[in-house]
């Protein structure tokens, strides 16, 4: 009897410090808070095991793409509900299960990386990291620029983000460019937007690089003659009147001369919002030619026909 006493007393001990243990948080030792927070998600992914067998490994990659199309839907929902915290979030787990699981780079997977970053705020710090880290994991983790197609994607929205594509503009104008071209670089962006038939991304573009930029100085009127033509240009495209692009095209020559990819730009602009018609082998040649043949209403079957009216010289006084 004093035995059992003695064990339930030694019992008695072992439960009370198995209390105090309890108070006690052991290395290696993870407990479940109650409730779920989205804001701050904590997930140990599963290294793939090269001593794995090829089913036990391909059972793994399932698992992690399950969980990558689980995550990738939550984030979806959330950014329906305006829940960009969470949203990004989720997104930034989808990109890091692809980095754990070692996943092969497919057209589909990119398209959904793109996808979240076009949900993104443009301005949340989130939207760098995530980029950032999207472009190294299509890259293959190489330390090249990442997945051409990536990029294409990436671009694409840029595009449609007329205030997201000038602040990238100007903060890599002031850091990379030369101050002498600071009106080269958005005039190469408005003219590309309007080549692509998308007015209301170059304004917003040419507003707000101008507005934001350190090194120009407040306009309309700029100090650089290729920020007033670009300027006086998206004034035009609204107007849609050939004879003022025309006049802008000839009194601006000296500005557009410094790259020689504007005029080509511009006579895609006049097919687009003025009616020139394509370019032909003319005497005129080039821009400048395109567009007086059209004020002209010149043409091979006018030619033609002008030549069977009448084929004497003209008579100068």
Not at 40 to 56: F, Y
Not at 195 to 212: G, W
Not at 218 to 226: A, S
Not at 266 to 284: A, E
Request: with cysteine.
């Amino acid at each position: 009897m004093g035995t059992a006493r003695s064990d339930r007393g030694t019992a008695r001990g072992d439960t009370g410090t198995a209390k105090g243990d309890t108070g006690t948080a052991q290395p290696g030792v993870t407990r479940a808070q109650p409730g779920v927070t989205w804001a701050q998600p904590r997930v140990t992914w599963a290294q793939p095991s090269r001593g794995k067998s090829p089913t036990e490994n391909t059972d793994f990659l399932r698992k992690h793409a399950e969980a990558r199309e689980l995550m990738y839907s939550g984030a979806l929902l959330f950014f329906s509900h305006n829940q960009q915290n969470s949203a990004a979030d989720l997104s930034m787990l989808v990109l890091e299960s692809l980095e754990k699981s070692d996943a092969k780079v497919a057209e589909d997977l990119l398209e959904n990386l793109a996808k979240l970053f076009s949900l993104m705020d443009p301005n949340s710090p989130e939207r760098v990291a995530f980029v950032s880290r999207a472009l190294k994991w299509s890259s293959g983790g190489s330390g090249k620029l990442g997945h051409p197609k990536l990029h294409q994607l990436l671009a694409i929205t840029l595009w449609k983000d007329g205030e997201g594509c000038a602040n990238m503009l100007v903060e890599y104008s002031s850091s990379r460019g030369y101050r002498s071209e600071v009106d080269m670089f958005v005039a190469q962006a408005v003219l590309q937007f309007l080549c692509l038939k998308n007015k209301t991304s170059a304004s917003v573009v040419f507003t707000t690089y101008t507005q934001k930029h350190p090194s120009i100085e407040k306009g309309p009127p700029f100090v650089q003659p290729l920020l007033n033509f670009i300027w006086f240009l998206l004034l035009a495209v609204d107007g849609g009147k050939l004879t003022v692009f025309t006049v802008l095209c000839e009194q601006y020559q000296p500005s557009l001369k410094r790259d020689p990819m504007y005029n080509e730009y511009l006579d895609r602009i006049g097919q687009l919002f003025f009616g020139v018609p394509p370019k032909q082998t003319s005497s005129y040649g080039g821009l400048l030619g395109n567009l007086l043949n059209s004020l002209m209403g010149t043409g091979e079957d006018d030619d033609t026909e002008d030549g069977q009216e009448d084929s004497s010289p003209i008579e100068l006084d």
